[in-house]
């Protein structure tokens, strides 16, 4: 949805505003060759998710700078493509295809033209992403079983069963919380303090400054006040348990 959006707001500036000195071009098929715009827009934004949908499954991070970093990516490729677009097939002119020209033209492009589809990029991205939180939340039945985990985002939600929780690692200003669904582990992540998150979730312990624990998920607590760990169910590897909070880490399983 949001790649046609954007191919279709690059084609209304082009053919009905004319930035950059469209209207000097003359064919009887402006309008088509101007559309080639919104077509590399559009695909160029679809391969810019399929990439950041890779980075996202390799390693399970996206903040604000993410966001930025990728509507910047996709709006430098756009223009890139856009410049051999404009030489090869409007101007029909391959052999001004030289770096000087390129650096010219990227600098007024983006700087006249990139920036604003930059802005629109990140305002429909946010948008859409706020609607389909709010849709998700009116989908998804609320039992009375289920708790809500409020993040400090507007409107940022997360319904979840308490007993089903395996533990909450905080990261930043993000706390990442990982939980049993159809016995598989997955994850939650939402903006908010580990702090917060514990007033809300009482059945858990805390078992280090980064980490809440649900004490039902645990299968073994290994080593000594110096270097504890905790093995707990569902999940690869040892949650860390530091000195502090050693003690009622052990006397919860006891």
């Known amino acids: 949805m949001i790649a046609a959006i954007l191919g279709i707001i690059v084609v209304f500036i ?9 209207n000097n071009f003359t064919s009887p098929f402006k309008t088509l060759y101007f559309t080639g715009y919104g077509i590399i ?44 677009y404009t030489e090869v097939i409007i101007n029909k002119k391959p052999e001004r295809l030289t770096l000087t020209l390129f ?33 998700s939340e009116k989908k998804e039945p609320v039992e009375q079983s289920k708790i809500r985990l409020k993040g400090t985002l507007k409107k940022e939600l997360f319904s979840v069963e308490e007993t089903s929780i395996v533990y909450v690692r905080s ?11 159809e016995e598989l582990l997955k994850e939650k992540m939402l903006r908010n303090t580990l702090t917060n998150v514990e007033k809300q979730l009482s059945s858990l312990v805390k078992a280090h400054r980064s980490y809440l624990i649900n004490p039902d998920f645990i299968i073994l607590l290994k080593g000594n006040a110096q270097n ?27």
């Open 228 to 254: 504890a760990k905790l093995q707990l169910k569902n999940v690869e590897g040892y949650i860390p348990v530091s000195k502090t909070y050693f003690t009622s880490v052990k006397s919860t399983i006891n």
């Open 103 to 135: 650096l010219n033209w990227f600098k007024m492009v983006f700087l006249g033209f990139g920036v604003l589809i930059f802005v629109v990029t990140v305002f429909l991205r946010n948008y859409y992403k706020s609607m389909n939180n709010v849709i």
């Open 14 to 22: 082009i053919v009905f505003l004319h930035p950059l000195g469209s």
């Open 41 to 84: 827009v559009f695909f160029t934004y679809l391969i810019a998710v399929i990439f950041s949908n890779r980075y996202y499954s390799r390693f399970k991070i996206w903040k604000w700078t993410e966001e930025l970093i990728f509507c910047l990516f996709f709006v430098i490729i756009a223009v890139i493509i856009a410049f051999f």
């Open 171 to 181: 990261e930043d200003n993000y706390v990442y919380i990982y939980y049993v669904e």
